[in-house]
């Protein structure tokens, strides 16, 4: 039942990061700071105090960086893989004693995948919303991402597996949300 929970964390904290890269990675070295979640050995680290405060800062830098009308979208370009490997080691941080090549499959498919494909689709959506509203309609799009991202911090911490099911439904949502409007395009 650890392995699935692990699972489940992961996966919930990497499709957050997939919405801010910052926002999950400072929930979990919250979580490990108080000693709520046990992280791998060699990435105690994260728990520190120093990195709280790194992330912290870094958090309240992309959310503000992502209300700067044509930043964005720049930020964008660069989020979406950094989203991956963010994604990435959250999963790879939170899953259990396996062996080494294992963990990082599993982290590369479930956590890289999962941030990377929640980033590429808001990029999308942010790069029609600028086009259709000229980036008018952008903050709102900033405001729901940086919700979506703590919601799903938080509940991936508190109840992995809802966690989890809540990101199969965002993504299933996104996926069809797109589908829909390629074929009103006529693509």
Not at 6 to 13: H, V
Not at 35 to 60: H, M, P
Not at 145 to 150: K, L, P, R, V
């Amino acid at each position: 039942m650890e392995i699935i929970l692990s699972i489940c964390l992961g996966i919930g904290l990497a499709a957050a990061a997939g919405f801010r890269i910052f926002l999950p990675l400072l929930a979990l070295s919250i979580a490990s700071y108080y000693g709520w979640v046990d992280l791998n050995e060699n990435w105690y680290w994260l728990g520190s105090w120093q990195t709280l405060i790194l992330l912290g800062f870094a958090t309240v830098l992309e959310l503000l960086a992502y209300y700067i009308p044509w930043f964005d979208n720049a930020l964008d370009t660069i989020a979406v893989p950094l989203a991956s490997v963010a994604g990435t080691i959250l999963f790879f941080v939170t899953l259990g004693d396996f062996e080494p090549w294992v963990s990082w499959s599993l982290a590369i498919i479930g956590g890289g995948g999962t941030a990377g494909l929640i980033a590429g689709t808001t990029a999308t959506a942010r790069a029609a919303s600028t086009t259709t509203t000229m980036g008018f309609a952008n903050p709102v799009f900033s405001t729901i991402e940086a919700i979506f991202s703590t919601i799903l911090s938080i509940l991936a911490l508190i109840f992995p597996i809802l966690a989890l099911f809540l990101v199969v439904y965002i993504i299933y949502r996104l996926l069809r949300f797109f589908k829909r409007r390629k074929q009103k395009i006529g693509y």
